[in-house]
């Protein structure tokens, strides 16, 4: 019997990243949920149970921890064909006052983090000659707006490094997307918004979702780089 295909989903919470592990367990891939926090990955599978996943407690911006959990996966479920860093911390603020500690902190963990582990994850795809490496952008990844230093800075250096990757490793067999997300998510705190503008007027996670699976199974003669999603009522 064929070993069953491994995603590693690095960044999950309720919304947004649990949709894509659930749409990667779907396909009957073995999945890894990583996020800083394990016991909150641990009591959302309790409450959405997925079959073949597993949580991690990995602090992505550790080169360490996210060594280890790379190892750990590779140990326990077999090399990953589908990696997505969906990490990501935001705090707006006037330039006159944001914290130099802040914007860093907001880098590290959304850009360095996408280093590590998209440096872990080819590390291990080169050997095999194939594999996905995904990356979630927002709009702030193309351009950067008033009080949003700390969003736009660390998206600018992912979508940067998204595309040096693309370009590196594509003729090593590994496809790397970057996947700009433009608007507002659905979420409960956010649904009044869709009932004043209409329906499907937010983006719902596993409409995202379904497109982060879709790139990674493109045909190797047809990869996007970039992947822009927006709802209907979104102004671009």
Same mark, same amino acid.
């Given at each position: 019997?064929? $070993?069953?295909?491994?995603?590693?989903v690095?960044?999950?919470?309720?919304?947004?990243?649990?949709?894509l592990? #659930?749409r990667f367990?779907?396909?009957?891939?073995?999945?890894?949920?990583?996020?800083?926090?394990q016991e909150?990955?641990?009591q959302l599978?309790?409450?959405h !149970?997925l079959?073949?996943?597993?949580?991690?407690?990995?602090? %992505?911006?550790?080169p360490? %921890?996210?060594?280890?959990?790379?190892?750990?996966?590779?140990?326990?479920?077999? *090399?990953?064909?589908a990696?997505?860093f969906?990490?990501?911390?935001?705090?707006?603020?006037s330039? +006159?006052?944001? #914290?130099?500690a802040?914007?860093?902190?907001?880098?590290? /963990?959304?850009? =360095?983090?996408g280093?590590?582990?998209?440096q872990?994850?080819a590390?291990?795809?080169?050997?095999?000659g194939?594999? *996905?490496?995904?990356f979630?952008?927002a *709009?702030?990844?193309l351009?950067?707006? %008033?009080?949003?230093?700390?969003l736009a800075?660390p998206?600018?250096? +992912?979508?940067a490094?998204a595309?040096c990757?693309?370009? $590196? +490793?594509? !003729?090593?067999g590994?496809?790397v997307?970057?996947? /700009?997300?433009?608007?507002?998510?659905?979420s409960e705190r956010?649904?009044?918004l869709?009932?004043q503008r209409?329906?499907e007027?937010?983006l719902?996670p596993? %409409?995202?979702?379904?497109m982060?699976?879709q790139?990674?199974r493109q045909?190797?003669s047809a990869? *996007?780089? $970039?992947l822009d =999603?927006r709802p209907?009522?979104? #102004?671009f």
């Amino acid at each position: 019997m064929a $070993e069953q295909p491994v995603a590693v989903v690095v960044g999950v919470g309720p919304g947004l990243g649990f949709a894509l592990a #659930k749409r990667f367990a779907e396909a009957g891939m073995a999945l890894a949920m990583a996020a800083r926090h394990q016991e909150r990955l641990d009591q959302l599978l309790a409450a959405h !149970p997925l079959e073949h996943a597993r949580s991690f407690g990995c602090d %992505a911006t550790d080169p360490a %921890a996210v060594e280890r959990l790379f190892a750990q996966v590779e140990q326990d479920l077999g *090399t990953p064909e589908a990696v997505v860093f969906n990490a990501g911390a935001f705090e707006p603020g006037s330039i +006159l006052e944001i #914290k130099p500690a802040d914007l860093e902190r907001c880098w590290r /963990i959304g850009c =360095l983090g996408g280093f590590l582990v998209g440096q872990a994850a080819a590390r291990r795809m080169v050997a095999q000659g194939r594999g *996905t490496i995904l990356f979630t952008g927002a *709009t702030a990844s193309l351009r950067g707006g %008033a009080s949003f230093a700390n969003l736009a800075v660390p998206k600018f250096g +992912l979508r940067a490094l998204a595309q040096c990757m693309a370009r $590196e +490793l594509g !003729p090593e067999g590994i496809h790397v997307a970057h996947v /700009i997300i433009d608007g507002q998510i659905h979420s409960e705190r956010y649904a009044h918004l869709e009932a004043q503008r209409g329906p499907e007027s937010l983006l719902h996670p596993e %409409a995202i979702a379904e497109m982060y699976y879709q790139l990674h199974r493109q045909p190797r003669s047809a990869w *996007t780089l $970039e992947l822009d =999603l927006r709802p209907w009522t979104e #102004k671009f």
